[in-house]
């Protein structure tokens, strides 16, 4: 799950790690009020779950409570388009306010889990602020990487380490180790799959300050984290991935036309490659998972239709937790629910197989049985070629 | 070493008391599986269809001799059943449960590196079967697969299902096939199943089915052009998969650019495996690696 920077901050802040001082909001006069709090100078940031916010336009320095009243009134409600948003961009409903700091040298932090030792690694780079990814793809050695044991925490001797080869000396390496201690602790203790500061700013005076924070949580851990789970912002998340989760589908959106249900993740990945091997475009990802009911089928289903772009949908089970009949009655439910047009291949294999072929063919449905992957590829997009409008 | 399993394999159930749970463990007796015990706390002394339920592994292993665990125990709770079972002294758990947090991973892993001889399965995958010896841990389904020879070793669990289909159509079979499963943080990995199916005489050919994220297909591809002779075809799953989504399986996701089917494909080709464009000729392509 991905929160917003000012709710990534008011997590840090809890475990002391430093912020500029500040405020959210979704007012323009609010803003005027938060920046003459703040002494006048402030900084406007908008506040939505992609990066790259500054090149976009979202982040704007304002000099006086007048000009962050205008900045604030210019980026509340504008459709945001980052490198990460997609040409659509994403709408802004809320800004932060922070003072506006005095930034001598500007770094970059990242805790993530390294998957080949099973630890989690703790990155640092002098060159911060800018596209982490730029700076690892130019120059691998420029990004330091320490990585630390997650039940004994990081450990002081490897705060300091660090601190030092990012160049930080007397007063502000004493800063750093701390604040490096208190990211790594937060991010154990939430549960974090990241966590970056980027940039990690160093201020005129030698503190050391998170100016910008970004926090992603491992979602299986939420359960025991029902504050961060709070967090959670709907309108950041696409509709129809919201609605299916709301019925503990993985559904994902795609871009083309032939819909899919599918049972495992890596079957529901190799028939998305497939679509696209036998010509077509896959609209989406579903994985309906390993116990589903027939209720969940029947919600996936009727997600999938939802699509516009839907024109054929590609059912393909293979067995094994999810039994066949469960599927096939969830489908033949749906179907007759929604009055489905559009032409359905179906692909069943294993556990309760001829049950669930049985009540298809019984349901009296015009859906298309397939035998194997490659074969319920054709038909599908032979039979959306057909469709053809 | 040869496969994992065999006929002196004899299973306790973790979570028998369960719908999954006893489904399953009800599917493997069937199938010829010794499944000699059910573990579910405040549940001991009761029994499921004649597998009589006790409220440790402990208990479990001191009466009925089990040797290996199979786990359906609900997430909260699941990386405290995989350490009962380690520290009961169950030599081989395989973890069916999905979605365990990452940091609970990291301190069943931490326990697990006090006990060497216990391998752990998983989690999040459908377990290991063995079919000449007519034992299953897991949750594929027994019908679709032959005894035979190939090795099949997976990330996925349906996607397995679907090699295993495709190798009993070709009249290969399959020696012993195990699911790893779709976790970032798991017990055995791809090049611990490569060394088994090198050792197993009855593996002739393997199968390796990988997926998006991380760089466990890289690390095999590397350690297959060094030590291993039998034919090896694969199959990565997620060329179509967007950048920064995780694909249902909590491991399955290309970030900061890494993770690409396009780099593992490339790895394993550079490793001379031979790689199935579509994941309807994985069969086809594993005849040509054995025909050479
Ligand atoms: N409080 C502040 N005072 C002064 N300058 C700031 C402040 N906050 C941000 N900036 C400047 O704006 C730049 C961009 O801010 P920030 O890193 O938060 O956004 P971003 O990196 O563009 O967004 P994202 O993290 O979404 O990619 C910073 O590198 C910094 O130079
Ligand atoms: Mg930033």
Redesign the pocket.
């Known amino acids: 799950m991905k929160v917003h920077?000012y709710q990534a901050k008011e997590i840090l802040r809890r475990y002391g790690v430093p912020t500029?001082t500040?405020r959210v909001t979704d007012s323009p006069e609010e803003a005027r009020q938060i920046a003459k709090d703040l002494g006048g100078r402030a900084?406007v940031?908008a506040q939505i779950h992609?990066?790259?916010?500054?090149?976009g336009g979202?982040?704007k320095?304002a000099k006086s409570p007048d000009e962050a009243f205008e900045a604030a009134k210019a980026i509340i409600g504008m459709q945001l388009v980052?490198h990460q948003t997609g040409p659509e961009g994403r709408k802004v409903k809320k800004v932060l306010v922070?003072?506006?700091?005095d930034?001598a040298q500007?770094l970059y932090l990242g805790i993530t889990l390294d998957r080949a030792i099973g630890k989690p690694v703790l990155m640092a780079s002098k060159f911060?602020?800018m596209e982490i990814e730029e700076v690892a793809h130019r120059d691998p050695t420029a990004i330091l990487k320490e990585p630390f044991d997650a039940i004994a925490g990081l450990q002081p001797f490897q705060a300091r380490k660090v601190a030092y080869a990012l160049g930080l000396t007397g007063e502000t390496h004493k800063k750093a180790v701390p604040f490096l201690l208190a990211l790594a602790k937060a991010y154990v203790e939430t549960d974090c799959s990241l966590a970056e500061i980027?940039?990690l700013?160093i201020t005129g005076s030698g503190d050391v300050v998170a100016?910008?924070a970004?926090m992603n949580f491992d979602d299986n851990a939420l359960f025991r984290h029902l504050d961060i789970k709070e967090y959670r912002d709907l309108d950041e998340e696409d509709p129809l991935e919201v609605e299916a989760s709301k019925f503990n589908l993985n559904y994902i959106k795609l871009d083309g036309n032939v819909g899919c249900m599918v049972n495992g993740a890596g079957l529901a990945m190799s028939t998305m490659d497939i679509i696209q091997y036998a010509g077509g475009s896959p609209a989406n990802f579903l994985d309906v998972g390993g116990g589903a009911n027939e209720e969940q089928v029947r919600n996936a289903m009727r997600i999938i239709l939802s699509d516009p772009n839907v024109k054929g949908v590609l059912i393909n089970i293979f067995g094994g937790i999810m039994r066949c009949d469960i599927i096939a009655s969830g489908v033949v439910k749906a179907v007759k629910e929604i009055g489905c047009t559009i032409p359905v291949v179906v692909r069943l294999e294993g556990t309760n197989v001829e049950e669930g072929k049985a009540i298809l063919r019984d349901s009296g449905l015009a859906v298309i049985p397939a035998d194997g992957m490659k074969d319920a590829a054709e038909k599908i997009i032979a039979a959306v070629a057909k469709g053809g409008n | 070493m040869a496969s994992w399993l065999s006929t002196e394999t004899k299973v306790v159930v973790q979570g028998l008391t369960g719908r999954e749970g006893k489904f399953h463990a009800l599917a493997g007796r069937d199938y010829g599986t010794q499944v000699v015990a059910g573990v579910t706390p405040g549940k001991g002394g009761s029994n499921v269809e004649g597998i009589l339920v006790f409220n440790t592994v402990h208990e479990a292993v001191a009466e009925t001799g089990a040797n290996a665990s199979l786990l359906f125990v609900p997430p909260p709770a699941a990386a405290d059943g995989i350490m009962e079972a380690a520290d009961a002294g169950v030599a081989l758990i395989i973890a069916i449960t999905e979605g365990i947090p990452v940091n609970d991973m990291i301190r069943v892993k931490a326990f697990l590196a006090d006990r060497p001889n216990v391998r752990l399965v998983g989690p999040n995958c459908p377990g290991v079967i063995r079919p000449s010896a007519k034992v299953k841990l897991g949750i594929m389904p027994a019908r679709i697969h032959r005894p035979g020879k190939v090795g099949i070793v997976s990330r996925s669990g349906t996607l397995t299902y679907e090699a295993v289909g495709q190798t009993t159509a070709l009249g290969l079979g399959q020696s012993t096939c195990i699911g790893i499963g779709g976790d970032p943080v798991n017990g055995t990995n791809f090049i611990d199943c490569l060394q088994m199916f090198k050792d197993d005489p009855e593996t002739e050919a393997i199968i390796m089915i990988g997926e998006i994220g991380g760089s466990a297909e890289e690390e095999a591809a590397a350690w297959i052009q060094a030590n291993l002779k039998k034919p090896v075809a694969s199959f990565i799953a997620g060329r179509t998969a967007p950048p920064g989504r995780r694909m249902g399986h909590a491991g399955a996701i290309i970030s900061g650019g890494k993770g690409t089917a396009t780099e593992k494909v490339a790895a394993l080709r550079a490793a001379g495996v031979l790689v199935a464009d579509s994941p309807a000729l994985i069969g086809e392509t594993l005849l040509k690696a054995i025909k050479g």
């Open positions: 920077e500029p500040g900084v940031k992609a990066g790259g916010r500054g090149k979202g982040v320095l980052t922070e003072a506006a700091a930034i500007e911060g602020g980027n940039p700013m100016l910008d970004k």
